[in-house]
Every structure is written in C-alpha cells, then in structure tokens.
C-alpha cells in the first residue's frame, strides 16, 4: 500500500489504544488480540484522519483497522485483504499545501500529547418504555347549582366631560361616488395618497417659458405633470386606452370660454370627482368670482400668434390664493375626453381646471372621493360648514339655506350612501349634487318649501313630487314658474320639497365668504374675517387638548371682543337670538407636503373679563375654568368649524392637537357680523 496523502483509519471502539498507546511515555501498546471470532461492528465505528507530522509511526503491531476514505468507501492495497493488515514503520510526509483542516469529531495523532489518549463515547442504552396502565374513570357526581341573588345597583356619580378622543387612523368619512355606468374607461382606485406635485408660481421663470413657446411656436409640455401613465395614477397603472391629446386635435374651433362660465357647462366624465365638479358648479353662477379662479392672461387658441398650450388658474392654499400653470394635453380614449368635459365641446375650461386641481393635488386618481368642503374652500377661499340632515329638523334646515342663500353662500349636497331597492326616485346614491336655489311658494293655502338642485352628470333627475312635468308643476300659476326658471327638460336640475331632501340625502356643506374675499363680485356677504397663522412646536406650543393638563397651557391662545350684538331681522333671525353674535370660528391646518397625516385638531373657547389681557391664561387658570364653547370631537380633515351664538364680551381661543408634541402650521379664522381684532397673547414671566 502506498503512504503518499494520509488516509482515515477504522477503528474499532472496543480498541481504543491500538493506535495511540497507553498513559505510560516510552513504552509498547497495550494492545491486545481481538477475540476469537470477532468481526468489526459496523454500527460502532470511528474513522480517524492519520496525519502524521514528520515521526517515525507507532512500533508495528496487528491493527485491527481497515483504510477506507473518508466517505466510507473501501480502498486496499494490492496483495492485501482487509480487516487484518500489517502496518510498517514509514516517515508519513506532510500533508500537501491547501488542504483542508480536520473535519468536525477527526483526530490526528500527531496533534497528542505523550500519553494522551482518545476515550470513545460511551453509547447510552435507553431501557424501553413501560405501558402504562389504562386510566380509570372517576364517577364526578352532578355540581350542584348554587343560588346567587340579583346584585344590587350602584350609585355613580356622572363622569367629568372630556374632549372626545379621535378615531383610531381612521381617515374622515368621505362621499362615495358612483361615475356614470355608461363610459368606456374607469381608472384604477387609489390606495395610497400621492406626493404632491411642485406647483410653479407666476415667476419669472413662467414668463420666459410662455415667450419661448411664443417665439418659436411649440406648444409647451409640463414638465412637472406630463402626458405619463404616473399622471393619471402617482402609481403609474394608468389604462393603455388613455391617449393624450391638445384640443385642437378633437375639435375645430377650441375655446376656453365660449358664453362665460355657466353651471349647465359642468358634465362629469369617469373620474370619480363629483364632490369637485359639483363645487364647479355652486361658483359658476357667479362670473366675477370664477374670473378669480381663471385669469385673463391665458395663452389658447387666441390666433396671432399667442398659443403657448399654457393655460392658468388659481387656487386657494392655507391663507393665498397659488398659481398653477398646466399644459392642454388631456386624457382621451377613442378620441373623446375621459375626464370632465363642458356641454359645449368647443369649450375647454373644465378639463383644465379639473387637471390644474389634479396637478395640485398629485394626480388624477387622487380625485376619486373627497369632501366638497375642501374643494368649495380652495375654489372660493371661504369657510365651509358641514350639516348633518338628520341632526336638524326639516324648517331649522330650510332657514338655514335660506339664510345661506341671502348671504350670498355656497350650497352642496351629498345623498346617502345606500338606498332601498326601488326607492331611490331616480337618484344616485353616495353621490354629490349642488344646491341652486332655494325657494317658498305658496298655493292654495298651503306653503312649500323648495329646493332647486342640480346632478353634475347633466342627468338622471329626481323622479318624485315636484321633479320634471309633475302634477304638481301643472297646478302652479305660469307666473309662479316663470319666477322660479322651471324648465322641463332632462339638463340633470330638478326640485324637490324639503321634506324629500332630508329623508334622501345626508349632509349639507355650505362655503361662507368674507366680504374682502367678494368685494369685486356680485356676491353680497355679511361677514368680515379676522385671522392668524401660528404652529405648534414639539416642547414649546404643542400641549395638546384638555386630556393633558399639564401642557395644555402651553398652546398658542388668541384674544378677541365683540363689542356689540348683530343687527336683528325679524325674517330671518329666531327670536332667541336677539341680543346676540352670529360667530363662525374655523381652524384650518396646512397640508402635509410629503404624504403625511393631517393631525387631529380642534378647539376651545373661554370667556375673560379684561378685554386688556396681554397673557396667556395660566395651568391653574385653565384647570378651574369651563370652556363655554368647544369642538366636541377632534377630527383629522384640513379645517374644523363651530358656529355659535355668543353674547357681547371677551373671550379667548386656545387652538390644539389631540395629542401633545404634534407639530405643523395652522390658519385660525374667525368670521363675525361687526368687525372684530384677533391677537395673540404672550407668555407668562
């Protein structure tokens, strides 16, 4: 056998010293014979790495071993038969370079100490279980049943009030909008909100982009919201349909405007934004307030040499109006608009200004659902205020739209979002109308209520009493409905009674103007506004609501006086309100810029009796005292309103986050009859 690279060795257990010796240094193995008749067990066998390093091997003795390699395959030398095999003396040479260490549980005898010896392991012999008996069963006689006798009720006293805690990550209820079933192409819903677009405002970069489209006649295409998949859906699964088009592509003569703005130009396409178009719609009968929203200075389809593609509105952002500039590339499929499109389809304003409101928002999908109230805010600048039908009787109801509409307001509707098989009379559910007008006719001996509404699809109208070619319209006076514009013809505008509106629909969103908002408009308000923009920063003026009163003191606090009642008119105003102030008190938070969460916010109201107050109301001030009015429930949207009825005096606002250490901007407004000072107080010394 050749003794080239070292092979392991098989070794017997009950051999343990064969190869290594005993304890005693210098002298012979004690090694001994196997008995006779012995034959290797196969189930106890170790095999063993010989690398010797440079000695002479052990003395030459009988092993009774077998060289195998390491993966147990037999190999022998020729002339020799395994298990007995003499082995001589040799000087083994070292092993070649590279080679790998000893595998785990290997040995190598060179690496002994003298007298230093392996002791195998001993195997465990595991006796086998026993049975066990079988278990016997238990006779458990029957629990008796005990008698408990009723327990007695407790007196509680009644829990202090506390501001009500927000609902967990749960986003504000929004308007569910079913889009008309007859269009080609729905796009996918959004699960995430998208990152908000940079919006460009009128700067001088605009400028020289509008003159070099000018000079050198190329339309331009906006960089920032381009003719992409990502436009439509901030994910960019947009439908493969979808082409994009000018609209000098789809129509011989375009034109933004073709009569001026018009609420019979609104007609929704598949977006699912109802609840913006509606809001379209309430401002489009007031042409000098739409001219605030869609500036003069437009570079379409002019002739002589001023088409840019630009086109350019603006929009109403936490205390400014912005300016957002778009190009006139829009969505098509089979060569029709997709989107919201006008009456007229030589009349573009309303797919722009539906892109230039995507634009601001991140995309197109980001309009599926919304509150109308955001979308009146940011096309008006005013306060919204939301009514919950059922919450108010029928006449409280219809006083309130009236007064709206006197004060010049803006008025949406929302129906329910479910309704009875057969019984919804021609009305969609979860969806977003506009409030035209509202009206009281009398007619033998009886006075109805009325209210103009008006579906932002064009059609599918109300089907009820006093809805198209009713009985009831053919027993008005000509002279009656001559007053009240009635037209019988499927254009999506509609009456109905009061009584009908509550029952159908559930909420009422109402936008209020300031009057230096609506000076330069026909539109005649009532209120003026005062305001102020402070923030809640982590440590300093972010104490959270009245659950923490330890920094509570902390948030900002603002100071304002009414000096006298408004002016009472017996019309209109309730006899209860006599000798007081009509106050709308709105909070508004700035929208996170990069898919953060709005905070849950809202607010109290203390009365004070110094008017001269330069201080904060301090820990203990705040502890003692009750606000006299206060947002019961701390919500999540952008702005919080309370209307109040307040008497003559001083009072103080303390604007909060639910939670402390929340931070980020916000723009407090307070809307009164007679001019008021809103200021903020300083902090203690």
């Known amino acids: 056998m050749g003794c080239g690279a070292s092979a392991p060795v098989r070794r017997d257990h009950w051999a343990p010293n064969a190869v290594h010796g005993n304890k005693a240094q210098g002298r012979a193995s004690s090694w001994a014979p196997p008995p006779p008749g012995y034959a290797p067990n196969q189930g106890n066998v170790q095999y063993v790495r010989w690398q010797p390093q440079g000695h002479t091997a052990p003395p030459p003795q009988w092993l009774h071993a077998g060289i195998a390699p390491p993966r147990g395959r037999p190999q022998v030398g020729p002339g020799q038969r395994p298990p007995y095999v003499p082995f001589p003396n040799f000087v083994a040479p070292r092993p070649p370079p590279g080679r790998k260490p000893l595998d785990h549980g290997e040995v190598s005898p060179g690496h002994l100490q003298p007298g230093q010896k392996i002791r195998p392991r001993p195997q465990k012999i595991r006796p086998r ?12 006689p029957p629990r008796k049943e005990r008698y408990s006798p009723p ?17 967990r990550d749960s986003p504000p209820r929004k308007e569910r909008d079913s889009p008309p079933p007859s269009r080609p192409e729905t796009p996918v819903v959004v699960e995430a909100p998208p990152e908000r ?6 700067t001088q970069e605009m400028t020289d982009v509008i003159r070099s489209c000018l000079k050198s006649g190329t339309p331009w295409d906006d960089p920032d919201f381009p003719a992409a998949p990502k436009t439509i859906d901030h994910r960019g699964k947009a439908s493969n349909k979808i082409e994009w088009k000018r609209p000098q592509a789809l129509v011989d003569n375009p034109r933004l405007l073709v009569h001026g703005v018009s609420t019979d130009d609104v007609r929704q396409g598949t977006l699912g934004d109802c609840w913006f178009l509606s809001s379209c719609a309430a401002i489009a009968r007031e042409s000098k307030l739409m001219a605030k929203v869609i500036p003069k200075d437009q570079y379409l389809w002019k002739g002589g040499g001023r088409y840019a593609g630009v086109a350019h509105f603006r929009f109403w952002r936490f205390g400014e109006w912005q300016d957002v500039y778009v190009d006139d590339n829009l969505p098509t499929v ?3 608009l997709t989107y919201a499109r006008c009456s007229d389809k030589n009349e573009f304003w309303l ?20 509150h109308a109230n955001d979308a009146l805010t940011d096309l008006t600048g005013g306060i919204c205020e939301r009514f919950k039908t059922g919450r108010h009787e029928e006449e409280v109801l219809y006083k309130t739209l009236l007064k709206a509409q006197k004060r010049g307001s803006f008025m949406t509707c929302s129906t329910q979002s479910t309704f009875d098989e057969g019984s919804n009379e021609g009305l969609v559910s979860g969806h977003a109308y506009t409030i035209t007008g509202v009206e009281k006719i009398r007619n033998s001996g009886k006075t109805h209520n009325l209210l103009r509404i008006r579906n932002p699809w064009g059609r599918q109208e109300w089907k009820g009493a006093w809805s198209d070619g009713s009985s009831e319209w053919q027993r008005m006076p000509e002279n009656v409905r001559q007053r009240l514009g009635y037209e019988n013809k499927d254009d999506g505008e509609f009456w109905m009674e009061c009584g009908d509106f509550c029952e159908f629909y559930r909420e009422v969103t109402i936008a209020s103007l300031a009057e230096h908002e609506v000076v330069k408009t026909d539109v005649k308000s ?3 506004v005062a305001q102020e923009i402070g923030e809640w920063e982590k440590g300093e003026t972010a104490g959270g609501c009245r659950n923490h009163m330890k920094t509570y003191a902390k948030n900002p606090q603002y100071l304002f006086t009414l000096s006298s009642p408004d002016h009472f008119d017996p ?7 006599r000798g007081t102030c009509d106050v709308l008190i709105g909070l508004h938070q700035e929208l996170p810029k990069f898919k953060g969460k709005l905070e849950h916010i809202g607010f109290q109201v203390y009365e004070v009796s110094s008017p001269d107050r330069v201080v904060k109301l301090s820990k203990s001030q705040l502890w003692n005292a009750t606000p006299v009015f206060m947002t019961a429930t701390y919500y999540n949207n952008r702005e919080v309103t309370l209307r109040i009825q307040m008497e ?35 902090e203690l010394e």
Do not use: C, M
Not at 129 to 140: G, H, L, N, V
Not at 571 to 577: A, G, N, P, Q, S
């Open 351 to 370: 797919p722009l200004i539906e892109k230039a409101y995507a634009k601001l928002n991140g995309s197109y999908a980001a309009l599926i659902q919304g």
């Open 571 to 577: 019309e209109e105003d309730d006899e209860e309100d």
């Open 129 to 140: 279980p026993r049975p066990r008996p079988p278990r016997k069963e238990r006779y458990s």
């Open 648 to 682: 003559p005096g001083t009072y103080v606002i303390i604007p909060t986050t639910y939670q402390p250490n929340r931070e980020g901007p916000f723009l407090l407004r307070v809307f009164t009859e007679r001019p008021v000072q809103l200021r903020e107080l300083g």
């Open 197 to 202: 677009v940079h919006v460009k405002a009128a």
């Open 334 to 336: 089979y060569g029709n």
């Open 151 to 167: 327990r007695k009720e407790r007196y509680s006293p009644p829990r202090k009030e506390r501001d009500t805690p927000p609902r």
């Open 526 to 528: 009532k209120w003026d």
